[in-house]
């Protein structure tokens, strides 16, 4: 579900956040409402909780980050960017984050959540470290977690290839913003370790080397790394589009290449990426890759039928998809920038070894991407003014068809913003590598309107909004002709002293195929929360309740009550307990909530049928070098005695895991 204002609960003081709230990362609060969490890939979810990690770990000097730093940030606009840049050109270096205040247009909640992510350092001469002080005086960073089931899944008994446990080692060695060396190994639960096909140990392993400020070089990457140019048209497996994060960015569009430090084994690039500045607000990027990826082939002539992201190699049968395919790709982007103005110019090819041939028995698979070499170009253009935004790209490709979005944005007041996006993407267009705004989840048969509001009439109060209409000339799944969607949302925090309010209400209306199949009815959901929550420094709390309502075919009701009440007692140790009921008639009516989990892992699971769930988690700081994290929930339901299906199910009607997390730093 779309989470959608800031609700943040600082407890920080102005220069600098403190260990422990740095430690309670409240800033997985914004993360949490802006993601569109109920319609979004958990994959998605889980890399721009493991980016904002990331930044928070190693944060960045305002007084030197690059344009391309500061956009890496979501909450902020192409404005904020060029207000901080404006500011640091006038003013000058900034000798505390409180200075932040004086930027006019930057307002509360940007700023406080600027203190997580970056610090006001002294300003160094523009020159690459000497190796020896990279060596002696870098900083390593170890992370070990571990989660423990207190059940068994059929699976276990029969058909898993390994052990119910799941864990992972992480491992980073950065130098400022200079260097950044990483290790990643990750093993969901089921799969093998030191066994079968994974004799290396884990299952999926990721290697990185990142160099920053070499010379003209500003960004170098080896090993496995992710990029975005433009709005995305032609390749961006960096993030994904929102429709709240697209409000509160109001349309930027960037580039940038970043290390791949995600569990995810899957949107990627392996090989070598580079952006060299080659004059006064000209960029030139290439990249080159060349990786395996997993894939369902077809019996008859082992072509690709589909290409597979979720990484599992639990099953002999999941376990034969590893790494059955590979593709090469190379590309590059050319940026120039003026002034406000910007343009530029994406190009991507990609050669697969095995034939895509997706089946097309379904009509609405007819016009997925299919062929063995593929190739697209796009322009990408722009302007940042004092209250005036425009951003957009248009690509094509060897589809012969075209895709384009537009974003113009307007600052009528210093607290009042307006934001309309345009796009059209023909059912013909595909790009392996595309991913942008979208309401259906796809750069392809799409065309739309979204108009939102941004709005702080004092304050204390914010207010945002958006309606959104799409229509899909081709048919879609569960949808056998031409459809319509409709989607609208406003919300509204209330921040008063130690108390913090808010409230949303969410209708989307979305055309499927009636029951008998002979035309389209709309599937009308209804969705409200309301919350509060209070800091009182020591002790915290929150109190949330949410409704779902769906209509489709039949009606569908929900309804959660959860309560999170936190402690801190100082930096040695603090600890969070959540408990929530739910109630809901089935699945269309499901609910979410966020729970605070370990460093690098995101927790907004699902919740249906009837049922209870208890989580508590402590973490403490022995020192200033180890860490550890330890958090037990448990999920009862009462109206079934087994939970799952296949090989996941579990024969009881509760579910107790345990997690443990080592952090060590160096």
Not at 131 to 143: R, T
Not at 492 to 500: E, F, S
């Amino acid at each position: 579900m779309l989470r959608f204002v800031v609700i943040l609960i600082f407890a920080c003081s102005t220069s600098a956040i403190s260990p422990l709230a740095a430690q309670q990362r409240e800033w997985e609060q914004y993360l949490y409402q802006l993601g569109e969490l109920e319609d979004a890939k958990t994959e998605e979810s889980e890399y721009y909780f493991d980016m904002l990690c990331d930044l928070e770990k190693n944060p960045m000097n305002i007084n030197t980050a690059t344009r391309e730093e500061l956009e890496q940030l979501p909450f902020l606009k192409a404005k904020d960017v060029e207000d901080i840049s404006e500011y640091l050109y006038r003013y000058g270096p900034m000798k505390s984050l409180g200075e932040l205040a004086m930027i006019r247009d930057l307002d509360y909640f940007k700023r406080r959540l600027l203190f997580y992510f970056t610090y006001a350092g002294r300003v160094e001469e523009r020159k690459f470290p000497k190796l020896s002080n990279i060596v002696k005086y870098g900083e390593h960073d170890i992370i070990g977690t571990a989660k423990v089931p207190f059940y068994e899944r059929r699976g276990d008994r029969e058909g898993y290839l390994g052990y119910q446990y799941k864990h992972s080692v992480r491992y980073d060695f950065t130098y400022g913003s200079y260097v950044r060396l990483g290790f990643l190994g990750s093993q969901d639960a089921g799969e093998p370790f030191f066994a079968g096909r994974n004799k290396a140990g884990y299952d999926f392993y990721s290697f990185y080397l990142v160099l920053k400020k070499l010379g003209r070089v500003k960004t170098l990457a080896l090993g496995r790394y992710r990029v975005k140019f433009g709005m995305g048209l032609v390749i961006n497996n960096n993030f994904g589009f929102g429709k709240l994060s697209t409000l509160s960015s109001l349309g930027r569009g960037g580039s940038n290449i970043r290390p791949h430090s995600s569990r995810s084994d899957a949107n990627y690039l392996q090989g070598a990426a580079a952006t060299v500045n080659v004059g006064t607000g000209l960029d030139v990027s290439a990249f080159v890759s060349y990786r395996k990826f997993d894939a369902t082939l077809n019996d008859d002539d082992g072509t690709i039928s589909t290409i597979l992201d979720d990484g599992y190699h639990r099953t002999e049968t999941e376990m034969a998809k590893k790494n059955n395919s590979s593709q090469f790709v190379a590309g590059g982007n050319i940026d120039y920038r003026y002034k406000g103005f910007y343009v530029g110019l994406t190009g991507v090819a990609v050669s697969l070894d095995r034939e895509l041939k997706p089946k097309t028995d379904a009509v609405y698979r007819r016009h997925y991407a299919n062929g063995s070499n593929f190739y697209n170009v796009g322009v990408n253009y722009g302007y940042t003014g004092h209250r005036l935004s425009v951003s957009g790209e248009t690509a094509t490709g060897g589809c012969n068809a075209i895709a384009t979005i537009n974003t113009v944005s307007y600052g009528l007041t210093d607290n009042l913003d307006l934001m309309a996006l345009q796009r059209f993407y023909s059912f013909r267009y595909y790009s392996l590598l595309a991913e942008s705004f979208s309401d259906g989840g796809a750069v392809q048969n799409e065309s739309g309107v979204y108009v939102g509001l941004s709005w702080r009439p004092v304050p204390e109060l914010s207010v945002m909004t958006y309606s959104d209409f799409a229509y899909f000339a081709w048919p879609k799944y569960q949808a056998a002709r031409s459809s319509r969607s409709f989607d609208n949302l406003v919300q509204a925090v209330y921040k008063r002293g130690k108390w913090n309010y808010s409230l949303r209400y969410r209708l989307r209306n979305r055309e499927r195929d009636n029951a008998s199949k002979s035309g389209l009815v709309f599937k009308t959901e209804y969705r409200g929360r309301l919350a509060v929550a209070y800091d009182g420094g020591m002790w915290t709390g929150k109190t949330q309740a949410d409704l779902a309502y769906s209509l489709y075919k039949a009606g569908s009701f929900g309804w959660m009550i959860t309560q999170n009440v936190g402690l801190n007692v100082s930096r040695l140790f603090s600890a969070t307990a959540a408990l929530g009921y739910f109630d809901t008639d089935g699945y269309d009516s499901r609910l979410y909530a966020y729970e605070r989990g370990m460093v690098y892992s995101f927790s907004s699971p699902a919740y249906f049928g009837n049922g209870v769930r208890l989580a508590f988690m402590a973490t403490s700081d022995f020192s200033d070098k180890v860490s550890v994290a330890l958090k037990v929930g448990t999920t009862k339901y009462f109206d079934r005695d087994k939970i799952g299906s296949g090989y996941q199910e579990i024969a009881h009607s509760s579910a107790t895991d345990l997690e443990v997390q080592l952090r060590l730093r160096l």
